[in-house]
């Protein structure tokens, strides 16, 4: 059985730095891609960053430049450096991981959240 587990967040004051990282726990599973979304309240759960398992990433354009997302390809842990933190990015963030699972026969394909982690930027 697969889960993410999530750890880091917190409250920091605007301009800081937090991170985040997520692992996935389990066997028989290939990473195809992990990232982060997030929520705020009242709005849509929305895109943060993603990465393969090749190292290509993609970010969305709010945080370009101010975060940063790496993975532990071993450890099967993606991580999120959040820089120059804004009141606006104050929201519940959710590891995702896409994989292929491998412990039945044909493989599949599915997507996984986490248990979602809080974020709160104020001074």
């Known amino acids: 059985q697969v889960q993410l587990v999530e750890s880091g967040g917190g409250l920091v004051q605007p301009g800081g730095s937090l991170s985040v990282s997520c692992a996935a726990s389990g066997s028989g599973f290939g990473i195809i891609t992990m990232g982060w979304y997030r929520q705020a309240p009242g709005k849509q759960r929305e895109l943060v960053a993603t990465?393969?398992?090749?190292?290509?990433?993609n970010y969305a354009d709010s945080i370009k430049g101010r975060f940063t997302i790496s993975t532990d390809n071993a450890k099967k842990t993606v991580y999120l450096q959040m820089n120059s933190l804004k009141p606006e990015d104050t929201a519940v963030y959710y590891c995702n991981a896409y994989l292929e699972v491998r412990s039945t026969y044909p493989y599949f394909r599915k997507n996984y959240w986490g248990q979602g982690t809080q974020v709160t930027v104020s001074s």
């Open positions: 990465i393969t398992s090749g190292g290509t990433t």
